[in-house]
C-alpha cells in the first residue's frame, strides 16, 4: 500500500492492524516504525495500539524508547488518554527509577487536559511517589504543594488523601530513610518553602 504512492496510503484501520500483529509478535522495532510512518502521515494512534506499546515497551525495558514516543505525539496528533493509563506510568516509572517516563507522562497528562481541568488526586499521588522513589524529595514537596492547592479543599476525601499513614506512605519512607533527623529537617523545609 504504501508503494501504491498517494492514492492508496493506508488508513488508520491497516495501521492498527499491522501494529497490533508487530507489538503482539514482540516486534516492537518494527512497529515503532509504523508507528512513526503513521503519524507523518498525520494519523492519529488508537488507544488500543498505544496501550499495547506501553505494555511492549515496559516488559522489555525500553523506557527511554516509550519516553520518545510520546514526546513525539505533537499537540495536533496528541492522544486524549485514560488518565488511569497515565497513572499507571507514573507508578512504573517511580519503580523503575526513570525519570524520563515520568516527565514524558507527566507532560502528556498535561497537554491531553489541555490546562482545563486538574489531574486526579491519583495522578497526583503517581507523581509525588515517583519523586520519592527517584530522591527527588524538594520535587516530592513541590508536588504535594501543587496537589494541596488543587485538591486540599475536598472537605470528605481530603483527610485520606493527606494522610502520611496511607497515601502519603512512600514520601514518608523516603523522608525517613536517614532517620528521624531527616524527617525532622523535611517537614521543616516544607513550611518554610510553603508557608505564606
Known amino acids: 500500500m504504501l508503494q501504491g504512492g498517494k492514492e492508496s496510503l493506508p488508513d488508520?484501520?491497516?495501521?492498527?492492524?499491522?501494529m497490533g500483529m508487530l507489538f503482539e509478535m514482540r516486534g516492537v522495532?518494527?512497529?515503532?516504525?509504523?508507528?512513526?510512518?503513521a503519524l507523518q502521515f498525520g494519523y492519529k494512534l488508537s488507544i488500543k495500539v498505544f496501550t499495547e506499546c506501553i505494555a511492549c515497551c515496559v516488559s522489555q525495558g525500553q523506557l527511554d524508547t516509550l519516553a520518545t514516543l510520546i514526546?513525539?505525539?505533537?499537540?495536533?496528533?496528541?492522544?486524549?488518554?485514560?488518565?488511569?493509563?497515565?497513572v499507571s506510568a507514573l507508578a512504573t516509572a517511580g519503580r523503575t527509577y526513570s525519570s524520563n517516563l515520568l516527565d514524558a507522562s507527566w507532560a502528556i497528562l498535561r497537554c491531553s487536559?489541555?490546562?482545563?481541568?486538574?489531574?486526579?488526586p491519583e495522578s497526583f499521588l503517581g507523581k509525588?511517589?515517583?519523586?520519592?522513589?527517584?530522591?527527588?524529595?524538594?520535587?516530592?514537596?513541590g508536588m504535594l504543594h501543587e496537589f494541596e492547592a488543587a485538591h486540599?479543599?475536598?472537605?470528605?476525601?481530603?483527610?485520606?488523601?493527606?494522610?502520611?499513614f496511607t497515601s502519603l506512605y512512600p514520601l514518608v519512607v523516603a523522608c525517613?530513610?536517614?532517620?528521624f533527623e531527616a524527617l525532622d529537617s523535611y517537614v521543616l523545609l516544607y513550611f518554610q518553602l510553603f508557608a505564606f
Open 128 to 141: 509525588i511517589y515517583a519523586h520519592a522513589s527517584l530522591g527527588n524529595l524538594q520535587k516530592a514537596f
Open 12 to 18: 488508520d484501520e491497516s495501521y492498527d492492524l499491522v
Open 113 to 120: 487536559l489541555c490546562q482545563k481541568k486538574v489531574p486526579s
Open 71 to 86: 514526546e513525539r505525539c505533537r499537540p495536533p496528533f496528541l492522544l486524549s488518554v485514560d488518565e488511569g493509563l497515565i
Open 152 to 164: 486540599g479543599n475536598l472537605v470528605n476525601e481530603a483527610e485520606g488523601l493527606f494522610s502520611p
Open 29 to 37: 522495532e518494527a512497529a515503532l516504525k509504523y508507528i512513526d510512518m
Open 176 to 179: 525517613s530513610k536517614k532517620g
